[in-house]
């Protein structure tokens, strides 16, 4: 009992420095889950213990009187990856010395903090870009430690853009579903040491080439100070910050991506799943990007264009595409060793990938593409890999499987030492047995090393130079002056592989990072080559045209792309605008497909401004310096928010910032509230926008009266979708025609969906009654041409240059 008393005694005397070291790391890091390297393990104390118990389905222990819960080293990313999923901060504490070289208790730090949107693990992140962005001053930069990204946004609207996991903030925001929002000391946001910040970060002397003002400085250092410090480094992978530009690209709002459902979608699919028929990873996270930041600029566009075409044309696309297709990660893999967090499979990866540079150089000099799409071959760094790692290197650098024979020569020679200890021991064996007898027997353990076995049943003399080393039930082990020195040559020799091997690694880990930025250039040619012969796949597969550019729009033939994917027979349908036919409004009964034609020609646009080829039979098409969509509410019990508010405001950023370059794409605006109420309004708005803002637009609304529009405004026109009534139903062909609906349909829509014969004929009825009696009693009419005429002749003598409606 006593014994067993002192045992305790020492054990948690043994523990309480320890549990000291721990609760100072947790003081430090007080907003983290702390993951404290014990042994094998990596344990959780208190409540953190109690937390990832629950969570991750820990068994809960105790430890001095503290709860504790441990997860296995090696299954770390496992368990990371639900913690990071919930939401969490995690601070991972390794052991700072190899623990049976360390002098009193190990020394212990955090090597990194991992969060949502700081994630380098290959077994976490997924395919797609994973952000953290800081928020300031509606200034959004947005860093992918992945890939080395760095992007700068100009608004709130610009989160839908890119979903970073993690925000980090002044505390001004408000939570979003889905992203980690931290609200981080002032000290982050402070302008003072900015620009050192990053001076420091890219290792530059000056800053203006960046062209930051001082915000986006204070935004970047922000990102970049979080980094460093949940990092514990300086992430050498990280790219100069993109800006934003207005001028090169179509900045899409937020419910523009929303409505016309680019990256996700309610129930269908998005336009990026859709376009996703990428081959390579960087190519896939290229187009997610691009579909939601068009291009302006009509050489570009062209560029690509004719680029997509060369492809379509070629008889090789698929050859390249195969070729393109076995490139690697390459911007995840130069990441992770510029971290440095390779791993050798890193290094097996980067040399296939380059090994295919040649072959897809070759295609494009045969396909007659410009030089500028060449990669470098680095012929060099290849050689290298080529010749330093072995074609199916272990997982682990350091047991001598890695670096492959011939690249060290100090390396190859411990090894043979290590490969001929085997001979050693059969030949040491054969000796003593010539010595002793056959029952000796030389073997190897872990805990003990090499030994010579002698069972019980041996009864001759055991020789001097014998020295006892462990006693079995059966047997006794000894060692000797001559085992030993081969004892330790193995040991010896491991050790200096481990050494050699681990320096090897890290000397071809410098040569890759030295060609960094070569490397990068590479990766998002190949990102680049991948979308565009993704755009090639596309156009041949569902039969797209190369569409071409003038200051009008027409298209013959247009198709939704998705739509005529889930219906069979899509009835295709054409739009001629110009000058003199900018607002369209038109006008239908429910499910004629008005929805459906209006997001056709928007998204029929954006692809174009890709530089894609377009679902239609021909396409002429104006270059849109911003694409606006906006869909009247819907009835929403689900939120307490007035929905007709939010359908205004959005109405009103279009009314203040569409250009006559934009496209405007109106759907039901003007729903959200009583008839009488939004007809008005609707009608208001297209006045407006066709008479001052002059955008191009299409009106998609069942409020018949609005064609009224058409006798007043030369440039606007009326579309409706055709109709053929026989006795007794309506049939929705679909297709778009010049007219108007004369009615709404909405109440043989009723009939269709099975409302009893007397009801709808009742309906009927009352409609016709409701329509006389709200003219006539609420006294509601609109105005005619040529009041409206009048009107205007008034306000432009009040106002000659600020012509206002009503
Ligand atoms: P609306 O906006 O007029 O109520 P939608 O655009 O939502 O109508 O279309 C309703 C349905 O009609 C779509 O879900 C689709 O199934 C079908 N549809 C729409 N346009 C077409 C078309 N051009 N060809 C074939 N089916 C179509
Ligand atoms: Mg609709």
């Known amino acids: 009992m006593e014994k067993w008393m002192k045992g305790c005694q020492q054990l948690s005397n043994d523990l309480t420095p320890m549990m000291v070291q721990y609760t100072n790391i947790k003081s430090q890091y007080s907003d983290c889950i702390v993951l404290f390297r014990l042994g094998d393990f990596y344990e959780t104390f208190d409540d953190d213990a109690r937390y990832a118990s629950k969570v991750l389905g820990l068994v809960l222990t105790h430890r001095s009187d503290h709860p504790m819960a441990g997860i296995p080293y090696h299954a770390l990313d496992i368990y990371l990856k639900k913690l990071v999923e919930l939401g969490n901060k995690i601070a991972i504490c390794d052991q700072m010395e190899d623990p049976s070289m360390a002098n009193g208790i190990v020394k212990r730090d955090v090597t990194r903090v991992v969060t949502p949107g700081t994630l380098i693990d290959d077994g976490i992140l997924t395919d797609a870009n994973n952000y953290i962005a800081a928020f300031y001053k509606n200034i959004l930069a947005f860093v992918d430690i992945s890939t080395g990204d760095f992007l700068i946004e100009y608004s709130m609207e610009s989160i839908e853009k890119y979903s970073p996991r993690h ?60 980094l460093q410090i949940t990092q514990k480094r300086i992430l050498k992978n990280i790219r100069y910050p993109l800006k934003f530009r207005k001028n090169e690209r179509v900045f899409l709002d937020s419910s523009t991506i929303s409505n016309l459902e680019l990256i996700d979608s309610k129930n269908g699919i998005s336009l990026y799943s859709y376009m996703k028929r990428t081959v390579t990873k960087m190519g896939q996270r290229l187009l997610k990007r691009e579909i939601v930041a068009p291009l302006l600029n009509k050489n570009e566009i062209e560029i690509r264009l004719d680029l997509v075409e060369k492809l379509v044309k070629s008889k090789s696309l698929n050859l390249l595409r195969d070729l393109l297709s076995n490139v690697q990660d390459i911007e995840r893999i130069v990441s992770r060793v510029a971290y440095p967090a390779a791993t050798p499979s890193d290094l097996v990866a980067l040399r296939e990938s ?83 007898g056959n029952k000796v027997k030389v073997g190897y353990s872990s805990v003990f090393g090499y030994y010579i076995e002698i069972s019980n049943g041996y009864k001759g003399e055991i020789p001097s130079d014998y020295v006892r080393k462990q006693t079995l039930v059966n047997s006794e082990r000894y060692t000797t002056p001559e085992l030993s020195e081969i004892e330790h040559r193995v040991l010896h020799a491991s050790e200096r592989i481990k050494l ?137 019990l689900s939120s307490n928010k007035s929905t007709f508010l939010v359908e205004m405001s959005e109405v009103a950023t279009i009314l203040h910032s569409a250009t006559q370059n934009s496209l405007i794409i109106l759907d039901e605006v003007g729903r959200g509230t009583s008839t009488f109420d939004g007809l008005s309004i609707a009608w208001a708005v297209s006045e407006y926008i066709s008479q001052k803002i002059k955008a191009f637009t299409i009106f998609a609304t069942h409020y018949n009266e609005l064609s009224e529009l058409e006798k007043i405004y030369p440039d606007i026109y009326n579309l409706t979708i055709e109709v053929v009534e026989n006795e007794d139903r309506v049939l929705f062909l679909h297709r778009v025609i010049p007219g108007t609906a004369d009615k709404s349909y909405g109440i043989e829509v009723a009939r269709i969906a099975g409302i009893p014969y007397g009801i709808v004929n009742r309906a009927y009825e009352v409609a016709d009654a409701l329509a006389s009696a709200s003219q006539i009693e609420r006294g509601v009419r609109f105005l005619t041409a040529g009041e409206v005429e009048a009107i205007k002749k008034k306000l432009k003598k009040i106002n000659e240059n600020q012509m206002k409606f009503f």
């Open 167 to 226: 925000v980090i903030h002044q505390g001004d925001l408000s939570p979003i579903d889905g992203i980690f929002m931290e609200k981080v000391e002032d000290w982050y946001f402070d302008s003072k040491n900015a620009g050192q910040t990053i001076k420091d970060q890219f290792k530059v002397s000056d800053l203006s080439f960046l062209e930051l003002t001082k915000d986006e400085e204070v935004v970047v250092s922000a990102i970049l100070k979080y």
């Open 354 to 436: 380059l090994e295919l540079f040649d072959g897809i150089n070759g295609w494009i000099i045969s396909n007659g593409i410009f030089d500028d799409l060449k990669v470098d071959t680095l012929d060099d760094l290849r050689e290298l890999l080529e010749r330093s790692v072995f074609k199916e290197p272990s997982g682990n650098v350091g047991d001598g499987k890695v670096i492959a024979s011939g690249f060290s020569k100090e390396l190859d020679e411990e090894r043979s030492i290590l490969s001929d200890v085997g001979g050693y021991i059969q030949r040491y064996q054969e000796k003593e047995r010539k010595r002793i």
């Open 500 to 636: 050699l091997e681990t320096e090897a690694f890290e000397s071809i880990c410098q040569e890759i990072l030295k060609n960094k930025d070569v490397l990068i250039e590479n990766s998002s040619k190949v990102a680049f080559m991948d979308m565009i012969a993704t755009f090639a796949t596309i156009a041949i597969e569902e039969k797209y045209v190369k569409p071409v550019f003038s200051d009008e729009l027409k298209i013959i033939g247009g198709r939704h792309p998705i739509i005529e994917k889930r219906v069979g027979d899509f009835v295709a349908n054409g739009l001629e605008m110009n000058e003199k036919k900018k607002f369209i409004i038109l006008t239908g009964p429910n499910m004629s497909g008005k929805s459906t034609f209006i997001r056709q020609i928007a998204l029929i646009s954006l692809m174009a401004q890709l530089g894609s080829f377009v679902p239609a039979e021909e396409a002429t098409l104006k270059i849109f310096d911003r694409i606006f969509t906006r869909i009247g509410a819907r009835d929403d």
